[in-house]
């Protein structure tokens, strides 16, 4: 439980009008308290986060859809992470695979939750939150599991890396896009997507989500 007497507030980002209602009585259910502030758009979201910023109120939770119109929810996370690092920040989608799932966590995810559970469900799951636990959609938690015990491909120690091209696979793994990487690096967007092709064909990887996990074996990210 938390400490102090104030209202929580909790940011909701879906572009969908029925799912967003819906998901809003889920978290009103598993937090009474809260205070939920509800957007359909990354725009909108980041208006509202640039105004709660200049008011000087905290953002104690966050639950962002995946697919929105303008563009991926995992950049609002990558954000949050940056700017909001108390708050948590909960993916909840209706993407059951590694690629989003690595990129979410990658990106500063604390829970990833599947929208096509239980209401009740949903919303016990994300009262792990007041235990400290991650809140993680049982077939998420699963899946995880299955990832890391997965065999590395087996060219992953004998690849060497140069160390520019493990600064970009560090970048990618934490979900930057190639031109953040470029931009981070001072590089052109096209010497960057040359790195990268050489570090998936050093690796024999085809995927970013290949590229996180092989980030994360050798101690990158």
Known sequence: MHDDNRQRTCLLVEDHAATREWMHGVIGQAFPDARIVSHASLKAAWAWLDSLSAS???????????????????????????????SRRIVATIYNDDAHLLDAISAGADGYILKE???????????????????????????????FRAPAPPADDAAVLTGREIETLTLLARGLTVGEVAARLGLKPHTVAGYVKVIYQKLNISTRAEATREAIHRRLA
């Open 56 to 86: 000087g109120a905290a953002l104690w939770l966050a639950v962002v859809d995946i697919g929105l119109p303008d563009g991926s929810g995992i950049s609002l996370i990558q954000g949050l992470t940056e700017r909001f690092p108390a």
């Open 117 to 147: 559970e239980e209401p009740d469900r949903i919303a016990a799951t994300l009262r792990r939150i007041e235990r400290d636990e991650p809140p993680l959609s049982p077939s998420i938690a699963r899946r995880m599991l299955s990832h």
